[in-house]
């Protein structure tokens, strides 16, 4: 049984910043790569960035245009995404996903993740 369990989510005045956090636990943590995606209400769960199981590779999507960092900590079981500069418009339930066997790849599509977190509410007020 594999768990995830995000963090850190909460309400942020426009241009702030938050941290999230994501635990994995029940496997071994360098096998999997790593996603963080969001979904607003009435849209779709899109992609915001992910990480290789190596941590060799990472993906970002087009909009966020350098403002979020993904990184993981293999020591720990742990991914995070630092996100600064934050507006309106990334108000979501962010959540956190891994990949089985992709220690090289750092995959952008839903369907290709096999395990997903609860969800943590980000609330960015204007």
């Known amino acids: 049984q594999v768990q995830l369990v995000e963090s850190g989510g909460g309400l942020v005045r426009a241009g702030g910043s938050l941290r999230l956090s994501c635990v994995i636990a029940?496997?071994?943590?360098?096998?999997?790569?790593m996603g963080w995606f969001r979904q607003a209400p009435g849209k779709e769960r899109e992609i915001v960035a992910s990480?290789?199981?190596?941590?060799?590779?990472?993906f970002y999507a087009d909009f966020l245009k350098g403002r979020f960092d993904i990184s993981r900590d293999n020591r720990v079981n742990t991914v995070y995404l630092q996100m600064h500069n934050l507006k309106p418009e990334d108000t979501a339930v962010y959540y956190c996903?891994?990949?089985?066997?992709?220690?090289?790849?750092?995959?952008?599509?839903?369907?290709?993740?096999?395990?997903w977190g609860q969800g943590t509410q980000v609330t960015v007020s204007s």
């Open positions: 990480i290789s199981g190596s941590s060799s590779n990472t």
């Open positions: 029940g496997r071994t943590f360098s096998d999997y790569a």
């Open positions: 996903a891994a990949a089985r066997d992709r220690p090289w790849n750092s995959p952008s599509q839903v369907a290709e993740y096999d395990y």
